[in-house]
C-alpha cells in the first residue's frame, strides 16, 4: 500500500494537534490572503481561493477570521508581499520530502528549512531533484463502508475522474486538479461522506521505510510543519499498518 491513507491520517490527527496552538489557523488565514490577492476575492472565479476556502472549512476557521484574511488580500490589510517557495530534500532510507512554504524573506526561509531539515537528519537538496516524483492531483477519500467499488468507478469516471483505486480500508478517487470540485460535487450530491478530500501532492512512487528510519521522518516533518512559513510537507515513504501503529507508542 502506498500510504497515502495512512499519511493522510497523521496529517489531519497534526492538524488537530496544531489547531491547538493556533498554527493551523494561521497557516489557512495567510493562504486565503494570498489566493485572494493573486485572483481576486471571488471564489467562483478563482480556484485557488476555493482551495483555500475548502482547507479553511476543515480546520474550523471562524467566519470572521476568513472573511479578515480574504479582505487583507484584496487590498484591506497589510502590505507585505508573500512568495511561494518550494524546497527539496531527503530523509531516512532516501526517502524524498518536499516542502511549500509561503514567505516574505526568501532568504530567512530557506535558512529555516535548511537548518530544521540538517538538525533532525534531513538534508536539503537542490531545486528539481525530488519535485519530478510528485504529481499535483485531486484525491478524495471514500470508506469501502459507504459505497462498492463499481458504483463508485461508475460515478467517479461519469464525473471526470481520472481513477479510482483500492486503498487498503478506503476508496481513493484521483482527479486533475481542475476537475476536483466537479467531482466532489457530484459525490456530494449523492450524499457520500468523504474521509479525506483536498488538491495535494501525489507521489508517483514511494519508498519503504519503518522502525526508528520511519519515527526519525515523522520527526522531521513535524518539525518542518512548525516553521511559521511552511505550509505544506509531503513524502513518498510506504509503511505497514503495524509500522504506522508504532508512532503512537
Not at 513524502?235 to 503495524?242: R, V, Y
Request: hydrophobic content about 40%; overall charge negative.
Amino acid at each position: 500500500m502506498a500510504g497515502h491513507s495512512k499519511w493522510a491520517n497523521i496529517k489531519h490527527r497534526k492538524a488537530a494537534q496544531d489547531a491547538k496552538k493556533g498554527k493551523a489557523f494561521t497557516k489557512v488565514a495567510k493562504e486565503l490572503t494570498v489566493a485572494a490577492k493573486i485572483g481576486g476575492g471571488d471564489p467562483e472565479m478563482n480556484p485557488r481561493l476555493r482551495l483555500a476556502l475548502d482547507k479553511a472549512k476543515a480546520a474550523n476557521l471562524p467566519k470572521d477570521n476568513v472573511e479578515r484574511a480574504i479582505k487583507k488580500g484584496t487590498g484591506e490589510g497589510s502590505d507585505a508581499v508573500f512568495e511561494d517557495v518550494v524546497y527539496e530534500g531527503y530523509g531516512p532510507g532516501g526517502v524524498a520530502i518536499l516542502v511549500k512554504a509561503l514567505t516574505d524573506n526568501k532568504n530567512r526561509t530557506v535558512a529555516e528549512v535548511r537548518s530544521t531539515m540538517s538538525k533532525k537528519g534531513g538534508n536539503m537538496g537542490e531545486p528539481g531533484c525530488v519535485a519530478w516524483i510528485f504529481e499535483n492531483k485531486g484525491l478524495i477519500e471514500i470508506s469501502k463502508e459507504v459505497i462498492d467499488e463499481e458504483s463508485l468507478m461508475d460515478l467517479a469516471l461519469e464525473a471526470c475522474a481520472e481513477d479510482v483505486l483500492d486503498e487498503g480500508d478506503v476508496f481513493q478517487v484521483v482527479t486533475e486538479p481542475s476537475e476536483y470540485f466537479t467531482v466532489k460535487g457530484v459525490i456530494e450530491e449523492k450524499g457520500l461522506e468523504m474521509s479525506y478530500c483536498e488538491v495535494t501532492m501525489k507521489p508517483t512512487n514511494n519508498v519503504p521505510i519503518e522502525g526508528s528510519d520511519l519515527k526519525q521522518l515523522f520527526n522531521i516533518t513535524e518539525a518542518l510543519e512548525d516553521l511559521d512559513y511552511v505550509q505544506e510537507v509531503f513524502s513518498n515513504f510506504e509503511a505497514d499498518d503495524d509500522a504506522m501503529a508504532s508512532l503512537e507508542d
